[in-house]
C-alpha cells in the first residue's frame, strides 16, 4: 500500500475544492454539494485503548460513543467508540456477523442504535431528519435497488428535476455511456447497475458514501471498475465508508481499516500501521504480510 | 326501495323446496367420493354450517326488520358485524401489524361513508331492515379485498425490502418510499371488483337481483336495487382497502422513517 499512502498524503497537502464535471447543474466548486473538500493535512492515524479508538487524522465525521445495536434481546454491536475522519476510502472488516453492516445501517440512520450516542459533523443523527441526513449520506448497498422504469426514471426518484442532459453527464462521470439513460434498468448488467446506483446516489450531492459490500456479488471486472469509482470519488473529496470481507481488496483500497470483532472495535487505523497490529484476528481481517 | 325489500316475503320454498335444493350437495359429495378428492366432509360441514348460520341470522334479523323495533338492536348487531369482520381479518392476515384496530377502523369508516350516502340522500329509509343487510354488504364484500390488500402489503414490505431501503437511502420519506407499492396493492385489490362490475349482466346475474326477482319483484326494481347494491360494493371496497392500507403503510415504518422488521 505505499502508492496509496503516498497518493492520501498528496491528496490531503492541499485544501481543495473540487466539482465532478457534471454539467450546468453542478456550480463550479461545489462537487456535489460537496462543498470544501479535504481541509486537513493531519495524517496520525488511529490509538486504539481497549475497544475506544480515538481517530485524529483529518475532519472528523461520524462519531460513535458506547454504540450498542442490533435485535434488542442479541445485541449485535455492544461497544463502538470511534471517530471516523471525513476523508478517502475506509474499510470496516471483520469477521462474518460481527455487525459490519449494522454499524453502516446506523450511519444513515436505517436502522437507529440500541443504545450510545452517535454524531455526523458535530450533530447528533436523533436530531436530524432522517431524509436529510441520507439525501447527504448516500448508500450504495450489495443488491444494487433497482426502481421500476428507464436508468433516467431511476434518477428522478433521487431528483425530480434532472435533466436527460444532466443524467447523461453523471452517468458519463460514473464511467457509463449516457445513451444508457432510457434502457430499461432491469436490463443492465451488475456492474452496470451498481455503477448506475452510484450514478444514482450522487444526485443528492452526497458528502459521504456508504457501500456495503457494494462488490460481493459482481464478477472481477465489475468489481476492479467499481472501486475505481470508490477512489475517483474519494478523490474528489466524497468520503467512502466500505464495507468488506475480501482481504484482496482492502489491501487495493483502504486508507483506513476499521475492524470490528465481537462487536466490539478491534483496531482502527492507516493499513500500514494495523499490518504490525498486535492482535492476530486484525492482521488477518486486513490480509497482512506475514 | 323498501318495498322490494318486503317483497322478500313473498317468497317461500318450505322445507321440500329446501331438502330439494339440499340434494345438490349430495352430487358434490359423489362428484367427490368419484374422484377421490377427499372433499365430502368439508362439502357436508360446509352445508351444515351454511344452514346453521344463516337460520340463526334469519330468526335474529326477526329482531330488526321491525319498523316498531328499536334501531338500537341494528346497531348492536352492526357492531357483532364489525368486530367478528376485524377478528376474521386479522386471523386471515395474521403478522400485519396493529391488523385488528385497523381493520375495524377501515370498515367503520367505509361503512359511515357508504351508507351515509344512501341514507343521507334517502336512497333507503333509515331502519333496520335497510341498515342490517346494506351494512352486511359492504362488510362482507370488502372483508376478501381487505384480507388481499393487508397480506400484499405485509408480503412486500419483506420481499421488497432492498427496494424499499433503497429509495429510503436517496432522501425518500416512508411514504414517497412505499406509494409505488401502495398503488400496486390497491389496485390489485380493486380491480376484480371492477372487473365483475363490469361484467355485471353479461357473464352473470348478481344474487341481490335475482333473490328478488325470484321473490316476486319487478325485474325493472330488482335492476334498479341491484345498481344502487353494486355501486355500494364498489365504494365500499375501495374505501375500506384504502383505509386499510394507508393505515398499514403507516405502521410499516417507524416514526424515524425506517422500515421495521416483521
Known sequence: MPEQTSHLKALNSQTRSVGLGVGPAVQPGSGFGLGSGLRSNVDTGGIVKGSTVECVAGRTGFSLREVAAGPPEAPILTDITVDLPEEGIILIVGPSGSGKSTLLRLLNRLDDPLDGAITWRGEALSAMSPPTLRRQVGTIFQRAPLFEGSVLDNFRVADPDVSPERGGHVLEHVGLSAALLDRDASTLSGGEAQRMCVARALLTRPKVLLADEPTAALDIDARMSIEGLARQLADEGIAVLWVSHDTDQVRRLADHVLAIVDGKVAAFGHLSELDTHADPIVRRLIGAPT | MTAAFLALGRADIGLTGLAASGGLI????????????????????????????????????????????????????????????????????????????????????????????????????????????????????????????????????????????????????????????LQRALRTALVPQIETTKAVGIVALPGAMVGLILAGVDPADAVMVQISVMYLVLGSVATTTTVMSLGISHELFTPAQQLRRL
Do not use: C
Open chain 2, 26 to 181: 349430495a352430487v358434490g359429495v359423489g362428484i367427490s367420493l368419484w374422484r377421490g378428492l377427499g372433499l365430502e366432509r368439508s362439502l357436508l360441514w360446509a352445508a351444515l354450517r351454511a344452514l346453521v348460520q344463516l337460520l340463526i341470522v334469519g330468526w335474529a334479523l326477526q329482531l330488526v326488520v321491525d319498523p316498531d323495533d328499536s334501531l338500537i338492536w341494528s346497531g348492536v348487531w352492526l357492531l357483532f358485524m364489525l368486530l367478528f369482520a376485524a377478528w376474521t381479518t386479522a386471523q386471515r392476515a395474521a403478522g400485519v401489524p396493529k391488523v385488528f384496530a385497523l381493520s375495524l377502523l377501515a370498515y367503520a369508516l367505509s361503512g359511515i361513508v357508504t351508507l351515509g350516502v344512501l341514507f343521507g340522500f334517502q336512497v333507503y329509509e333509515l331502519e333496520g331492515r335497510a341498515i342490517v343487510p346494506l351494512a352486511g354488504i359492504v362488510v362482507g364484500n370488502s372483508l376478501s379485498a381487505t384480507v388481499l390488500v393487508s397480506r400484499q402489503l405485509l408480503e412486500v414490505a419483506s420481499e421488497q425490502r432492498g427496494v424499499i431501503e433503497g429509495r429510503l437511502a436517496l432522501g425518500l420519506s416512508a411514504r414517497d418510499a412505499f406509494q409505488p407499492h
